[in-house]
């Protein structure tokens, strides 16, 4: 009985949550909207950091392929010439 309840009332906050910041309809501040671009950036780095390391001990190598991408991706501005860089990168030096 507990984990249902504690299911419906955290369903009840994040759709309660949700359903008030739609129906507002006010502006954020410039601040907020700034601080918010930044939310997708540190989300892709919390969920690419950990696989760094790698299951076989090729963490350098996981490591100089991501600041392959990340210069590709800093210079072009283009996700997928990013990630197909990192992955050419990647299987090239694994190769070696």
């Known amino acids: 009985m507990t ?4 299911c419906a009332g955290m369903a009840a906050v994040t759709f309660g949550s949700r359903l008030t910041g739609l129906t507002m309809q006010m502006r954020l ?10 939310v997708p950036i540190a989300v892709f780095a919390a969920l ?3 696989a760094l390391q790698g299951p076989r001990g090729e963490g350098e ?13 800093w210079r ?3 996700l997928g010439a990013a990630i197909a860089v990192g992955m050419a990168a990647f299987w090239l030096l694994r190769l070696i």
Request: aromatic share 18%; proline share 9%; net charge positive.
């Open 48 to 50: 690419v950091t950990p």
């Open 76 to 78: 072009t501005r283009n």
């Open 29 to 38: 501040p410039p601040f907020w909207v700034r601080f918010l671009s930044f």
């Open 61 to 73: 190598i996981r490591v100089v392929a991501a600041v392959a991408a990340t210069l590709v991706a």
């Open 3 to 6: 984990f249902w309840l504690t």
